[in-house]
């Protein structure tokens, strides 16, 4: 009898974002036939559920690596690579897998058996853009890089901007798109809002919902240039934006101050609360554990993104029965909503793409400036979801055909197959 192999995935923690989720998934679902170790160097707390075997490496020193010296930093990367490397001799792996840029240089550099592949879950060009640090490293993170075996990413721009970005072959990359659990998100969408006058708001009033951080990669100061001249035109629709701000006190206070300068009333819930009146233009409902409730019960979902990964939130709006528009940015958007569009051709009008509408995407995150043509087809292709019935439920019957791409068992699939692959 043929024993079973045996996987790492090696992640910061196991809690938290996406990566955090496909992690907890993989181990799940892939557990039958692979002994799954799981291993973190976060410190202990909450995690998502998981299978398998979850370790986690202590580290000495702050967890925080602004509060350690260069010589403290050193010895948690010592620490955690010799850890590391005994886990891999202890479990004798056959596959390394680990998520996020900083798990990756640990995996690269790290010795022990197993083969050793990395999953890139966004655009390496846009952090070199955004950071000096990552920048001057681009010559040792090219050459680690170019040691894994694959490299995974969930979508095919993010493929195509690396082998650019780090001179990579284009046979280290693989693409495995995320997934979407419809049975997990039915349930959730069905649930009732319980604030009473939020259940009115969306009842009551064709509501724009933006789901996301508020941070600059997001583009959320362009949704106000829209919701301004949506307001100048007459329209009614609200603007909902769900998403944590705790991180982003500066680009909250501008967006706050750019809606007043639009004549936007607005209510800022970022830090908590509940709307007391449903007379505002714009409500910011800060973090919300159920999104799918909000989704479900919105005209549109609209994702103004000035760069992304791939964003599951576009499907997530599909199953709860809305259409989407968004930016055509990098880069996972084009490859769901206009598969069939050349993918490093951008849209500067608005597109209908073959499961959402397209719109050409802002670029500026310095003066978050948004020129006039671009505002322009925004509010084209949102008029098109408020008006255009017979555009809007052709996108909720098209839904179906684009969701069952990214079925749950057709990726699972693919990363057994992998595994199988190269173990």
């Known amino acids: 009898m043929e024993h079973k192999k045996n996987i790492i995935l090696f992640i910061f923690r196991l809690f938290g974002g996406g990566a955090e989720r496909m992690v ?23 995690t998502y559920a998981f299978g398998g075997e979850h370790r986690v490496i202590t580290l000495p020193y702050a967890d925080d690596p602004h ?33 996020a840029e900083q798990a990756n240089i640990i995996n690269l550099i790290t010795g022990g058996p197993g083969q050793k592949m990395i999953s890139v879950r966004t655009l390496l060009s846009k952090e070199l853009e955004h950071s000096p640090k990552v920048k001057k490293l681009l010559p040792v993170i090219r050459r680690l890089y170019n040691r894994a075996r694959t490299i995974i990413v969930p979508a095919s721009m ?3 901007d690396m082998e650019q970005a780090l001179q990579l072959s284009h046979s280290k990359i693989k693409v495995l798109y995320n997934f979407i659990e419809p049975s997990r998100i039915d349930p959730l969408a069905a649930e009732p809002l319980t604030d009473t006058l939020v259940a009115r708001l969306f009842a009551e009033h064709p509501v724009l919902l933006n789901v996301g951080r508020i941070s600059k990669e997001k583009g959320q100061w362009l949704l106000l240039h829209l919701m301004h001249r949506l307001k100048q035109q007459g329209e009614k629709a609200k603007l909902v934006i769900i998403g944590t701000a705790r991180s982003e006190g500066a680009l909250i206070e501008h967006l706050l101050q750019l809606a007043r300068a639009f004549n936007l009333s607005v209510f800022d819930g970022t830090e908590g609360g509940a709307p007391d009146s449903l007379q505002y233009d714009v409500f910011f409902l800060g973090f919300q554990k159920n999104p799918y409730q909000f989704m479900h ?11 992304e990964g791939f964003p599951n939130t ?21 490859e769901i909503l206009a598969p069939e569009a050349p993918l490093e ?21 310095t003066t978050f ?34 969701i069952a791409r990214f079925d749950k068992k057709l990726i699972l ?11």
């Not at 499907?315 to 968004?326: D, F, N, T, Y």
């Not at 500067?348 to 050409?360: D, I, N, R, T, W």
């Not at 699939?413 to 173990?423: E, G, Y």
């Open 297 to 307: 019960r919105s005209r549109a979902v609209l994702l103004p993104s000035v760069f």
């Open 369 to 402: 400036m948004v020129p006039d043509q671009v505002a322009g087809e925004w509010v084209r292709g949102v008029q098109v979801l408020l008006h255009d019935d017979k555009q809007y439920t052709q996108y909720i019957t098209m839904a179906p055909e684009c």
């Open 158 to 160: 993010i493929g195509i």
């Open 67 to 99: 509060n350690n010296t260069v010589i403290q930093r050193a010895r948690r990367l010592l620490v955690l690579s010799r850890e590391l490397r005994r886990i891999k001799k202890e479990k004798n792996a056959s596959v390394v897998v680990s998520f």
């Open 413 to 423: 699939s693919q990363w057994k197959a992998l595994f199988r692959q190269q173990a």
């Open 24 to 46: 907890s998934n993989l181990s799940l679902e892939l557990s039958d036939e692979f002994n799954i170790t799981i291993v973190t160097y976060d410190k202990p707390g909450k």
């Open 345 to 365: 051709q951008f849209t500067s009008v608005l597109q209908y793409g073959k499961y959402g509408l397209l719109a050409p995407a802002v670029t500026d995150t």
């Open 314 to 334: 576009l499907l997530e709006a599909m199953q709860c029965g809305v259409p989407v528009m968004a930016a055509d940015c990098l880069s996972g958007i084009k």
